[in-house]
């Protein structure tokens, strides 16, 4: 998935949830302008935010790789 790709996933399910980008930012406990950054694709965003995000607007992510059973069984 390109980053790019990423911002249209989060700004395809803010406007399914019928969302503006303001709604989004005070759910999601950030500012409005780090919605319009994310959604035109900004590459420097903390992991935080992107989280947060993600967490308002009900998207789960999800890592995948030959070592994740690995990882998990590590732990």
Known sequence: MEISDISKVIKYH??????????????AG??????FDIEQGKETVQMRTLWLICTALNI????????????????
Do not use: C
Request: negative net charge; proline residues 3%.
């Open 14 to 27: 803010r406007k399914r949830s019928g969302l503006t980008q303001e709604e989004l930012a005070d759910l």
């Open 60 to 75: 789960s992510v999800n890592f995948s790789s030959p070592l994740m059973e690995e990882y998990y069984a590590s732990m």
């Open 30 to 35: 950030i500012g409005k302008t780090v919605v």
